[in-house]
């Protein structure tokens, strides 16, 4: 789990610890299960996009859906981040942390005019806007606010991400963009709108993405757009290419994710298409930003045996962790008391009625006795965003480390939050 690039996690003596703080201490203060995120190796992530995208006008647009609790927008706004939202609720929170309403992209096929009206009114950087049907509408809305709404068009370039189906998006079965063949009509279209100023193009054709040729391709179509929208007196000055690189989920035989200069190199050169044509290039990594930073520690509960397996039932459980039952997602773990005591193969699982809750599967950990804690790696990305109430259980605490600081971000949800506006008929 620990990388070379940044020690977020290692041991320190025969404990494992978040930068300087020890896990069992976390545990012993907060409870389990917790999230806790090294302060450190976001700032790091971070700032390797902005060293990799150096020489090139880019903004760096953190995508909000990864893991949008105030502690960490904070941490992202303070580094002069812009955000790529998806909701009137991560608006909400990026404005509530501080974050600039300026650096905002809007993305999502499913935009409300409420939520349209109320991104205007924050004067948000541009709306990534996803269907011929939502150019129209945006621009009735703008014009009845008096305004005009900055827009890019997000066109589904047809490429292959090469990643999970569920999270590969730019192939034209998947909902989003405009098809690429109805682009230029569209742009055209949107361009005639009073109520629309034309800014850029958009894409994102995939997540946890392994390899850099998807974003070459991708980059290759939007360019060659840009070329004869500029020919045709469009002139766009935004690229937009959508969601980062993939991470390491420490499965052995998955292919490692590029390297930030590797990235930043396949941009570049695939962006010399556009010659002498000026480009500000707008990225929105989520996962390789907060990923790695992130462990879930739980302790377990109990373990148990049967004729063919072993089960190691902890404290956290797919409600918490939704990645591994939703892809079959590994990630990797470890005890956070070190041991040598020789691994067997067991499945992790959690206390919620379903079969499918399970955090890991025949996986090779050294014995965990009841009490013990365990590191779930590379959970800080879609970890506690995807989370929910299932089985009534209260969502974990998040913590943020900074050296030996620690601040719990969010608190563990309580009985009384999860009842809050039900009632009975009577
Ligand atoms: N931009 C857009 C428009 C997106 O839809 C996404 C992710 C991103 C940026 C960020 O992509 P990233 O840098 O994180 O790859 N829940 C899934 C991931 C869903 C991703 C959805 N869109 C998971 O746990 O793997």
Redesign the pocket.
Known sequence: MTSAAFPAFAYQGDTLHCEGVSLVSLAEAVGTPTYVYSRGAIEAAYRAYDAALAGIDHLICY?V??NSSLGILDVLARLGAGA?I?SGGELHRWIAAGGDPAKVVF?GVGKTEAEMRDALAAGIGAF?VESTEEIEVLDQVARAAGVRARVALRVNPDVDAQT?P??S?GLTQNKFGIAAAAARDAFRRAADLPGLEVRGIDC?IG???TKTSPFSDAIARLCELILTLAGEGIVLSDLDI?????IDYGKDGDPPPPSHGEYGAAVKQALAALGDHPIRLLV?????IVGPAGVLLTRVLYNKDNEVKHFTIVDAAMNDLM?PSF?G?HHPMRPVRATSAAPRTTDVVGPICETGDFLARDRALPPLARGELLAIGAAG??GFT?SSNYNTRPRAAEVLVAGERWTVIRERETLEHLLRGERTAG
């Open positions: 995508s859906k990864a790529d998806v993305s990534n999970h569920y999270i998006t994102h997540s946890q993405l959508g969601g980062g690189l993939g929105e990594p989520g996962r390789s990645r892809y997602s990305a879609y995807m």
